[in-house]
């Protein structure tokens, strides 16, 4: 399997010869070949790890991102608790959905390498609600959280949101595929992002355009390394 990163995704343009359907998510090849090896060995210890997101487009995240400045979509706060987004400045607009949100060109979601897993053993994916109780002792998802600790690595996988390590709060079911995506961040470019947001139908351009370099610094860079023992299968 290539293990070419695949750059056509980089800002979420839908080039669909470079993903392929892993469980009904959209994967790069060898993210979804490296992430069924996965599957196979946690399988045989009881955890069942599917996938509930992978690949997205920069158009579907722009229907988000969309969706929550006109208040048209759920808007919430650090608290997790419901805002009215006509209340808010458009600096605190921006600040606030980009706490649950990725601005749309600069989602790890847009690469194919990267995917969100839950323990269908535990929990079915109706149920899921894909927050941070879920992955921890007691959750239905706890004994997922144990065992990717200890095996995530060796299948080539590691886990970018981590609680004081990344710009993007915690999300312990958020994966990524290091062969292909350290080069993909590696491959960021700040200013080819400028250019197509400003052509873009983006809401809130004006506050959030003149900030996009501390932006992309906060929620694109800022991430937990993989580990030391990663391997490369
Ligand atoms: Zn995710």
Not at 107 to 131: E, K, N, P, Y
């Amino acid at each position: 399997m290539p293990l070419t990163p695949p750059l056509p995704l980089l800002y979420g343009d839908h080039v669909s010869q470079l993903l392929v359907d892993c469980h009904g998510v959209m994967l790069s090849a060898a993210t979804a070949q490296a992430f069924s090896a996965m599957q196979q060995a946690a399988l045989a210890q009881g955890i069942n790890i599917m996938p509930c997101s992978g690949y997205r487009s920069f158009e579907r995240q722009l229907h988000i991102w969309n969706g929550k400045a006109a208040g048209t979509r759920p808007l919430l706060d650090a608290n997790e608790c419901p805002v009215d987004a006509l209340s808010l400045s458009d600096d605190q607009l921006v600040e606030t959905i980009l706490l649950w949100s990725a601005l749309p060109g600069a989602s790890r979601h847009h690469w194919g390498t990267d995917v969100d897993v839950f323990d269908a053993q535990g929990i079915s994916r109706a149920d899921l609600q894909l927050v941070p109780s879920e992955y921890q002792a007691g959750g239905p998802c706890d004994a997922l959280t144990h065992w990717l600790e200890q095996h995530a690595a060796r299948f080539g996988f590691f886990l970018p949101y981590q609680a004081g390590q990344s710009g993007v709060s915690a999300e312990p079911w958020h994966l990524s595929y290091a062969p292909q995506a350290v080069a993909m961040l590696a491959h960021f470019n700040h200013d080819e992002l400028y250019q197509r947001l400003k052509q873009s139908d983006l809401k809130l351009k004006a506050a959030l355009l003149p900030r996009l370099e501390q932006i992309i610094a906060t929620y694109v860079h800022h991430i937990a390394a993989p580990p030391q023992n990663l391997t490369i299968p």
